[in-house]
């Protein structure tokens, strides 16, 4: 049997709807459909990585991009198990949440809701990347390494954020308390911004490769996702019933951009 001539981007997609399957079928194993955010970097770097095999991507830009998106990948995956393991097992609350709402439904609705909308969402968003692989024979342009330089900050700036966060968290001495020091004293969500960086920085890759003005679509649903739906909003809600200093806290830092705080 020969294996259908499909183009690369093609190829990613049946990547991830295969393995978000796979994945729904073990969450309904588990009970656990948390499962499925572990998924989130690993699956954005595969469909990069099928790209750049099956079309013999190389060069400086090429290089740059499967190093960047793989390290993402790699560091997000390691943060997200290690707050799984710190929470000592059980679902995520806001599957909790879906689960208890939808009751006997929710078997097959987790299927739409959850594993195959992010599916769509693991292939589509790293459009630039993609873009970039495929025209990785063009040549380099100022858009292109400003877009690394991008990509690198807001991945290095994400990273110190978390690890800022794991430690706070690790201390059971501030399970009431509000983490306001280092990066957190001037963003009250500075690893959401160093995410938000990295994409716009993925954008300019991207665009300065292939030109194509439509791929602003993903950096702005990045952006989008991170300010008003499983970003600030999420991570915000009831927060403050569970840490008594964090109204004061949001009256002085601001929410997503770094800025000194306001006394």
């Given at each position: 049997m020969t294996v259908?001539?499909?183009?690369?981007?093609?190829?990613?997609?049946?990547f991830v709807l295969s393995t978000s399957l796979l994945l729904w079928l073990l969450s309904l194993r588990l009970k656990d459909a948390g499962i499925a955010d572990l998924f989130w970097g690993p699956g954005?770097?595969?469909?990069v990585d099928i790209t750049a095999w099956l079309g013999g991507?190389?060069?400086?830009?090429?290089?740059?991009?499967?190093?960047?998106?793989?390290l993402w990948a790699f560091r997000?995956?390691?943060?997200?198990?290690?707050?799984?393991?710190?929470?000592?097992?059980?679902?995520?609350?806001?599957?909790?949440?879906?689960?208890?709402?939808?009751?006997?439904?929710?078997?097959?609705?987790?299927l739409i809701q959850v594993f195959l909308l992010q599916a769509i969402l693991i292939w589509f968003i790293p459009a630039p990347l993609v873009a970039a692989l495929l025209y990785s024979h063009m040549p380099m342009g100022w858009a292109g390494y400003l877009g690394i330089g991008l990509a690198a900050a807001g991945l290095i700036f994400e990273t110190l954020a978390d690890s800022q966060l794991s430690a706070f968290r690790g201390d059971p001495g501030n399970r009431a308390r509000?983490?306001?020091?280092?990066?957190?004293?001037?963003?009250?969500?500075?690893?959401?911004?160093?995410?938000?960086?990295?994409?716009?920085?993925f954008f300019l890759?991207?665009?300065?490769?292939?030109?194509?003005?439509?791929?602003?679509l993903s950096p702005i649903l990045v952006t989008v996702l991170l300010l008003t739906v499983s970003g600030i909003n999420l991570a915000e809600e009831n927060i403050v019933s569970r840490r008594p200093g964090y109204a004061d806290y949001r009256r002085r830092v601001n929410a997503f951009v770094p800025r000194p705080p306001r006394r």
């Open positions: 259908p001539h499909l183009p690369p981007p093609i190829w990613g997609l049946v954005m770097a595969g469909v991507a190389g060069g400086t830009r090429a290089s740059a991009v499967l190093l960047l998106v793989n997000l995956v390691a943060h997200l198990l290690t707050r799984r393991l710190n929470a000592k097992g059980g679902e995520d609350r806001r599957y909790v949440t879906m689960r208890q709402h939808f009751g006997r439904n929710w078997w097959w609705l987790s509000v983490l306001d020091r280092g990066l957190w004293a001037w963003s009250r969500h500075p690893n959401y911004f160093g995410e938000c960086v990295l994409w716009w920085g890759i991207g665009y300065d490769a292939s030109h194509q003005i439509w791929l602003l």
